[in-house]
Nanobody, 127 residues
């Protein structure tokens, strides 16, 4: 059974950092691209960062560039999202998701390509 479980969310002050983890079970990261998405209250869910199944390609949403870093460890089958210089507008529920469709060296934010989703972890940036 394919499963993704996020952790690491919480309350942080503006300018602070958090590292989110996404532990995956039932499939290998070698065959799935993984993306981080977020949904703020009253807004649509949006892509934040993704990493290809080969691990060679990462993409970031414009507001995340230079502040967020996506990475992965194959052995513990975990994908991370390091978030630095957090802003109040980063407040949202963050989800990780797995994409079995996109070719090995690419990753995209097309949500319909992501078949499997975690339940999310809340990130709140506030003073």
């Amino acid at each position: 059974q394919l499963q993704l479980v996020e952790s690491g969310g919480g309350l942080v002050q503006p300018g602070g950092s958090l590292r989110l983890s996404c532990v995956v079970a039932g499939f290998s990261l070698d065959y799935y691209a993984v993306g981080w998405f977020r949904q703020a209250p009253g807004k649509e869910r949006e892509g934040v960062a993704c990493i290809s199944s080969s691990g060679s390609t990462t993409n970031y949403e414009d507001s995340a560039k230079g502040r967020f870093t996506i990475s992965r460890d194959i052995t513990p089958n975990t994908v991370y999202l390091q978030m630095d210089s957090l802003k109040p507008e980063d407040t949202a529920v963050y989800y990780c998701a797995a994409d079995p469709l996109t070719v090995q060296d690419l990753c995209v934010f097309t949500q319909s390509d992501y078949y499997y989703w975690g339940r999310g972890t809340q990130v709140t940036v506030s003073s």
